[in-house]
């Protein structure tokens, strides 16, 4: 009997030392999730507090696993802290939390326009899975992003079924292509600053409406943040003056949680397919713990939005996405 409590009375220093460890690990974690929420508030003071933005979902799963911790560790004020910074992720996020009847909206009786984009990644060699997934999902538009002329190539079947596109190759990430089963009454490239967009004017039987396909410059320097910020105040500048119904689809690098993004969206009057529809990551496809929701479709009021939805990876590191719109007829 001695030597079992001897035993007990040796492997419980053992178990508070790592019990200590722990403790202070989850400190740490709080303390670091705390310092990111509050960095990111500065998201237009510098471009790197901006990048910390995108990662308001992460930053939200971590603080209620951690608020779960602290409270078993009977630490109130980390607790009270972290709850806070749990409350700064939550706003920009709410609007983007799943509602219900948001997903089984309803038409109002007109006819739908399924729009599909989707980044290719200019380097994959791989479109079988892209032509089955448009072969299934049959959409009326689709934008396809990072297109080279092998890709093109890659594509050419959907001509047939696509009788009427713009499609706008190049050598780098930058190539773009829009394919529509409907009939397109204006259909052309332009710069929009240092990367191409499409602006196509589609009808359709409730009238016609605008589409603007893009691929805004990746924020991965101070230059290109500006650039990508001054393409978004373009982009909602175009809306403001939009005469039609718009839709603007594609591949934005940046997420709804971005202030710039929210600019843009404001100026424009838009709102996106996503909202109310869960967070809807797109890229990374090979790290999905850490996805932001990087493509987007926004539409101005004269849309219904019916249907959002992500579609499987298609060997690109963006999933694609799909958004199924009803145009409200006007008199």
Same mark, same amino acid.
Request: one cysteine or more.
């Given at each position: ?9 040796? =492997? ?25 929420t509050v960095? =990111?508030?500065?998201? &237009? *003071? ?8 995108? #990662? ?11 608020? /779960?911790?602290? /409270? ?9 802290? %972290? ?29 739908? %326009? ?18 089955? $997934? %448009? ?8 934008? +396809? ?6 890709? &093109? ?24 292509? @829009? ?20 602006? /196509? ?13 893009v691929h ?6 101070? &230059? ?13 500048? @175009? ?8 839709? +603007?689809?594609?591949? #934005? ?21 996503? /909202?109310?529809?869960?967070?809807? @990551? ?6 999905? %713990?850490l996805g ?13 939005? $019916?249907?959002?939805?992500? *579609?499987?990876? +298609? ?5 694609? $996405?799909?958004?199924? *719109?009803?145009?409200?007829? &006007?008199?």
């Open positions: 009997m001695r030597l079992s409590s001897d035993r007990k009375l040796a =492997a419980a220093p053992g178990r508070s030392a790592l019990a200590a460890r722990l403790g202070r690990a989850v400190l740490a974690l709080a303390a670091a999730s705390l310092a990111v960095l =990111a508030l500065g998201a &237009r *003071l510098w471009w790197g507090f901006e990048l910390l933005t995108h #990662f308001r979902p992460q930053y939200a799963a971590g603080q209620l696993l951690l608020l /779960a911790a602290l /409270a078993l560790a009977r630490r109130p004020r980390w607790c009270v802290a %972290v709850l806070a910074g749990l409350a700064v992720n939550a706003v920009p996020l709410a609007p983007y939390l799943p509602r219900l009847g948001v997903a089984a909206a309803a038409a109002s009786g007109n006819a739908s %326009v399924t729009v599909l984009a989707v980044n290719v990644e200019w380097r994959n060699p791989r479109a079988d899975a892209l032509l089955d $997934i %448009v072969r299934r999902e049959s959409p009326d538009l689709l934008l +396809v992003v990072e297109l080279t002329e092998d890709w &093109r190539q890659r594509l050419a079947e959907l001509e047939l079924a696509y009788p009427h596109r713009v499609v706008a190759p190049r050598a780098d990430a930058f190539g773009l292509a @829009l394919y529509s089963r409907l009939p397109l009454e204006r259909a052309e490239t332009f710069d929009l600053e240092t990367t191409a967009a499409i602006d /196509a004017e589609v009808a359709t039987p409730a009238g016609p409406f605008r589409f603007l396909g805004l410059r990746p924020p991965t320097t101070a &230059r290109w943040l500006a650039e990508r910020n001054r393409q978004l105040e373009l982009l909602g500048e @175009l809306a403001s003056e939009a005469a039609l119904p718009l839709v +603007v689809a594609g591949d #934005f690098n940046a997420t709804p949680y971005s202030p710039y993004f929210g600019d843009f969206l404001d100026a424009g009057g838009l709102r996106t397919t996503l /909202a109310g529809r869960a967070p809807g @990551l797109t890229w990374p496809t090979f790290l999905p %713990v932001i929701p990087i493509d987007h479709c926004a539409v101005s009021e004269e849309f219904i939005v $019916i249907e959002h939805r992500r *579609l499987p990876a +298609v060997g690109s590191d963006h999933y694609p $996405i799909l958004a199924r *719109l009803a145009l409200e007829r &006007r008199p």
